[in-house]
């Protein structure tokens, strides 16, 4: 007889542990165990680990696979277990690791493969491909493609939270978390009388008493600064939108800006300044011809804003020209900084609400969530648990199923909060999704060619481009190093079906099979399943910390982003005053409703999980498992030299820093 030493470690999550009794097969290249019970003296297999001894009358050879089960004990209900792993130690002295990570509810026999990523075509025991095949048509059962809407990106089917795999759903922390910040946010707002009031603002400082104690350092300086041109300049490079502004190399036809109305003193020209790379756009032409959303009964208004700035020569990016609808006309004037002091408050305010919904809908929710969510559902229904990408991609899909779910049932839906108090909610909010995805790029989504093709490389006090540019070299550092470690040629990657399924999913369901898209429908080379993979996990950390994590800081001073505005912009000069703009601003229900989804949005739950850390131990070899941590510490290096970049910052830019973004779209 020979033996082998089986340790089974269960995960630390509440409910992991179970009861009931555990059986073992192990499964080798020349034979199998006997079904085995492994004996836990604690009578329960919790959290740590539980060693058992598997004999067999001869050795079984290279392990392949094993085979879990349970089963209830007389008088103990079936309950649910979370093994994490398995170690199985050989008498040729070999380890095996078997990464488990997966919820068992039932008494039915499942199968788990050893750690060694392997492709399709590396995979050539026949028990393995049964496996395989197996493990792939469960999953496409579970992970189902479905159609919110009509030409936006397909999502997983599912009712509820409840309905989605258990693997993909938020942990007790999470949940208890999320429920407990959105409850007692929605409590405060009620005991104040805020919550169903629909009164106007009659004074701009009461606004702040909204959530007195729900502030941050930069909330706090948006407050005081809201309202100064250099700082409405700024929040394009680095506030939560930083994607839309671009280059200026001539004026569009329907801005009819001269340089009399931005240089009045001919200290310089437009097409001077534009030569030197000084005149700089953004465009809200996505947001022409919307139907605004009605409101407490009122209708509300959202513009599609064309927006001029000049780079000082003390490098301020400053706003010099507004024109609120896209088509010039008598009764759209534009407005430049030297108009009065509320035609041209009010001119920027109609911008930063136009902001709102521009990056609520498509930089956040399109995007980084939307198109995070088609990356995973076509992951998990097309790669199974045993292929090098499935190990590289899933941690980066954690949470991110479930909170697409909730946004789908509470912020989109009919009688969700986006639909019942934005502007563009209701009828406008799909229109701008749609319009939204036909025209994103695959070089929209690669933030080296995003900035190359907007032509800001050489803007300064760009912090969104420096830090993401970096972060986008140290994960394709990582990815690279990864993958090139298991397909040596291009042609291996032209072989694996299993790879070339994934992407053409994703070009299927995620992007409609659009071909302008730029997106792959399959992989040729090594280099480019490389660039689109560390797009992928970019896109779901990264990217979406960038757009998410400061739209409390930005939003929570209600004036500066407003989520709706329920007065016409003026038509004519001089008719503003502040009373205009408070009869503007949208009502009392309706700024603490977004600014209460803001906070919910910005607060990450304490079982966080940083950028490159990874609690899940999925890889065994020994090189990927180094070049996990070559890759955490040069997140760490980065990290540092950001915290020591802000120091000196009035507004330190942290969205970007390693130990402060999340693995995955969670939130």
Known sequence: MVDYEV???????????TFNSVFIKLVGENGESERTCLMDHNLSFGGGAVCSTVSCPVSIGKLVLIELDKQPLPLFPEDVWFPAKVEVKSPEGDTYNFPIYHWISDSKVHRFREGTALTVFEDNHHLGRYSRQQELKQREQDYRWDVYVEGIPHCIKAENPLSLPCEVRFSFTKTTEFRYTAFTSLTELQLKGLANCKKNWTNIQDISQVFCYKRTDISDYVKEHW???????????????????????????????????????????LKDEMKKGNIFLSDYKRLDGLTANTINGKKQYLMAPLVLFHKTPDDKLMPIAIQL?????????????????????????????????????????????????????????????????????????????????????????????FTQFAASGGEGMMTILKRSLSSVTYSSLCIPDDIAERGLEAVPNFYYRDDGLKLWDIIHRFVEGVLSFYYKNDAEVQQDSELQKWILDIFKYGFLSQACTGI?????????????????????????????????????????????LQLPPPTTKGTTSEATMLQTFPDINTTVQGMATLWLLSKDSSDFVPLGHYPEDHFSEKIPCQLIMDFQEELEVLSVAIKVRNQSLDVPYTYLDPM???????I
């Open 325 to 417: 609808k896209q088509t010039p006309a008598v009764d759209n004037p534009i407005f430049f900084p030297t108009d009065s002091e509320y035609d041209w408050l009010m001119a920027k305010i109609f911008v930063r609400s136009a902001d709102f919904s521009e990056h609520q809908l498509n930089v956040h929710l399109l995007c980084t969530h939307l198109l995070a969510e088609v990356f995973a559902v076509s992951l998990l229904r097309n790669v199974p648990m045993v292929h090098p990408l499935y190990k590289l991609l899933i941690p980066h899909t954690r949470y991110t199923l479930q909170i697409n779910n909730l946004a789908r049932l509470l912020l989109i839906s009919k009688t969700g909060v």
């Open 520 to 564: 792959p429908q399959k992989f040729t080379s090594v280099a480019e399943l490389v660039k689109f993979v560390t797009m992928v996990i970019f896109t779901g950390s990264a990217q979406h910390s960038a757009v998410n994590s400061g739209q409390y800081d930005y939003g929570g001073w209600m004036p500066n982003t407003p989520i709706s």
């Open 660 to 666: 402060e973004l999340e693995n995955s779209v969670a």
């Open 7 to 17: 340790t089974v470690s269960t995960g630390n999550l509440l409910g992991a542990r």
């Open 227 to 269: 309202k100064e041109d250099d700082f409405f300049g700024y929040q394009y490079l680095n506030g939560v939108n930083p994607m839309l502004i671009r280059r200026c190399t001539s004026l569009p036809d329907h801005f009819p800006v001269t340089d009399g109305m931005v240089f009045p003193s001919g200290q310089c020209s």
